[in-house]
């Protein structure tokens, strides 16, 4: 079945800053990949995706890449500030179910 | 626009006890997903239906069963509940079946099992 990575656990940054999560997939199957981002005691809110005939989206400061020979995608959320603060979670899904990567706790400080 | 509706938000059950958790998708929605989250972990899939009939299964424990009535809302019912079982149970809902993206989230059951 499909097995998700996820870089780094955690990213503190400075407001303003750039901020970089890297997922890497097992499936070569899987063709979606979307990205949400969680706030404490709420369900994850899906932010962006992408599927695998795009190699990049961009919504304002989110944008992410994806490299389907390598098989992985990233997550670029550029100007951070501090409401970015939560945790990110990149997928993939192809024919199965979306499975998780681990999470990546960003913390954006002022 | 309407989210996923989920219920209770909060849950306190004993040991042995059973639970059940309700969801409710976005309207038109015939695709729903259950997933479980302990305290910093990600979220695992148990298991989904679309069309009344279960398209998938992941770690579902056999004392937990579900299913997708007439009008799409799931039910997660659980018996026999262990320690192990306080967590937040999340019920996604989506349209076409598997493979077609776009998951949208409730906001979770938390479930304290003491």
């Known amino acids: 079945g499909e097995n998700v990575e996820q870089h780094p656990s955690t990213l503190s940054v400075q407001e303003g800053d750039s901020a970089v999560i890297k997922c890497t997939y097992s499936?070569?199957?899987?063709?979606?990949f979307p990205w949400y981002k969680q706030e404490l005691g709420k369900g994850p809110q899906l932010i962006i995706d992408?599927?695998?005939?795009?190699g990049e989206k961009k919504d304002q400061r989110i944008a992410v890449t994806l490299n389907k020979t390598a098989k992985h995608f990233s997550l670029h959320i550029t100007e951070t500030q501090p409401e970015d603060s939560a945790v990110y979670f990149c997928?993939?899904?192809?024919?199965?179910?979306?499975?998780f990567g681990t999470g990546t706790r960003l913390l954006v400080s002022p | 626009a309407a989210g996923v509706i989920q219920s209770p938000r909060h849950l306190i059950k004993e040991k042995r006890e059973t639970a059940t958790l309700k969801c409710y998708p976005i309207?038109?929605?015939?695709?729903v997903y259950w997933y479980q989250q302990g305290p910093g972990q990600d979220p695992q899939f148990l298991i989904s239906?679309?069309?009344?009939?279960?398209?998938d299964k992941g770690s579902i424990p056999d004392r937990f069963s579900a299913q997708q009535f007439s009008d799409y809302h799931s039910e997660l019912n659980m018996s026999s509940l262990e320690l192990g079982d306080s967590a937040l149970y999340f019920c996604?809902?989506?349209?076409?079946?598997?493979?077609?993206?776009?998951?949208?989230f409730g906001e979770g059951s938390r479930l304290t099992v003491l």
């Open positions: 996604a809902s989506s349209f076409g079946g598997r493979a077609t993206g776009e998951l949208f």
């Open positions: 499936d070569s199957a899987s063709n979606y």
């Open positions: 992408i599927r695998s005939n795009v």
């Open positions: 997928a993939a899904q192809g024919f199965q179910k979306l499975v």
């Open positions: 309207p038109r929605h015939d695709t």
């Open positions: 239906f679309y069309e009344k009939m279960q398209s």
